[in-house]
């Protein structure tokens, strides 16, 4: 079993920064994929940002230039670094983890709250 632990959320007035992370613990070695999606109230859930191991990380459009996703391989912990901050980035983050490139499993967080208002 996989545990998955989010931290990082909170309130922030637009233009501000938050960095979220979530460590996986449990049955897990180096994850092939570690990622963050998100859903706002009343919208499905949508990519945020993904790492795979030794592939291209992938960000949404509207992300782009402002969200850096990291991991520490050693910690089975990845990160959602998020800068300029809009009103539209508030949302529940999920953190994502498929561990292997071949099996169908997937984690999910319990997510964190992000509410970009003045």
């Known amino acids: 079993q996989v545990q998955l632990v989010e931290s990082g959320g909170g309130l922030v007035q637009p233009g501000g920064s938050l960095r979220l992370s979530c460590a996986a613990s449990g049955s897990i070695f180096s994850p092939d994929v570690m990622g963050w999606y998100r859903q706002a109230p009343g919208k499905q859930r949508e990519l945020v940002a993904t790492e795979p191991i030794g592939r291209t990380t992938n960000y949404a459009d509207s992300v782009k230039g402002r969200f850096t996703i990291s991991r520490d391989n050693a910690k089975n912990t990845v990160y959602l670094q998020m800068n300029s901050l809009k009103p539209e980035d508030t949302a529940v983050y999920y953190c994502?983890?498929?561990?292997?490139?071949?099996?169908?499993?997937?984690?999910w967080g319990q997510g964190t709250q992000v509410t970009v208002s003045s």
């Open positions: 994502y983890v498929k561990p292997t490139a071949w099996g169908a499993a997937v984690y």
